[in-house]
């Protein structure tokens, strides 16, 4: 597609349960990023992808979070048994190349989860 | 580490009155400097950003902003807004060559155009 895709663009879940979000980004995009934006907060790095480079995880808050990138391509960031602090919106971003060659990061929309 | 300050959360501002949003940053090495806008319930989308070369950068939407390495600053401005520039915007920073995680947002802007 012309931009990055996110989906589901809302999702309400029960604490305990498992999501699922999923990121489709520019189509020819090399690396590819996950955020967190808590409402009134900055953003908050958790996970970046550099085609077949091993992905940079130091944002991770805790163990419960994972992400992954098929065929360098789509990401699914995966939050297990989540708790209400979890909620936020999550935003995935994709570039050329990385943040550190001043390229241009284009973002999507957002998954806005709320965990009631 | 690089850290980005917006000092000023919310800046209600009239209708074709100029702007100034402020951003500074403190960083130990030379740094790439952006300014993201996002619309209400919508992704962030690139205003401008500073790399090298002129120190006044122009962006979409009538916006510009201007390196300071003195001051540590890129406040962004606009001469004369619009209600359609009612927004957060936010301010980050870069170390070239280092790793995705240095990528650093301030906290945002709020910019509330009144009529």
């Known amino acids: 597609g012309a931009g990055v895709s996110q989906s589901p663009s809302n999702k309400v879940t029960e604490k305990g349960k498992d999501v699922e979000l999923r990121c489709d980004p520019i189509s020819g995009h090399t690396a590819l990023y996950w955020y967190r934006q808590s409402l009134g907060q900055g953003l908050e790095f958790l996970i970046y992808f550099q085609g077949n480079s091993a992905p940079d995880k130091s944002g991770l808050p805790s163990d419960r979070f994972s992400a992954e990138r098929t065929g360098g391509s789509v990401s699914t960031l995966t939050i297990q048994r989540t708790q209400q602090e979890d909620s936020a919106v999550y935003l995935c971003a994709s570039s050329a190349q990385g943040s550190n060659s001043g390229n241009t990061i284009y973002f999507g929309e957002g998954s806005w989860l709320t965990v009631v | 580490a690089q850290s980005v300050t917006q000092l000023d959360s919310q800046v209600p501002v009239f209708e074709e009155a100029p702007v100034e949003l402020r951003c500074n940053y403190s960083s130990s090495v030379s740094v790439y400097l952006f300014w993201y806008v996002q619309y209400p319930n919508q992704g962030l989308q690139l205003l401008l950003k500073?790399?090298?070369?002129?120190?006044l950068v122009k962006g979409i939407n009538g916006f510009e902003a201007e390196f300071n390495k003195s001051q540590t600053s890129f406040h962004l401005r606009k001469p004369s807004v619009h209600i359609s520039d009612t927004a957060e915007y936010f301010c980050?920073?870069?170390?070239?060559?280092?790793?995705?995680?240095?990528?650093?947002f301030g906290s945002g802007t709020q910019l509330t155009v009144l009529p």
């Open positions: 980050a920073v870069s170390v070239p060559g280092g790793s995705a995680r240095q990528l650093t």
């Open positions: 500073y790399l090298s070369g002129s120190t």
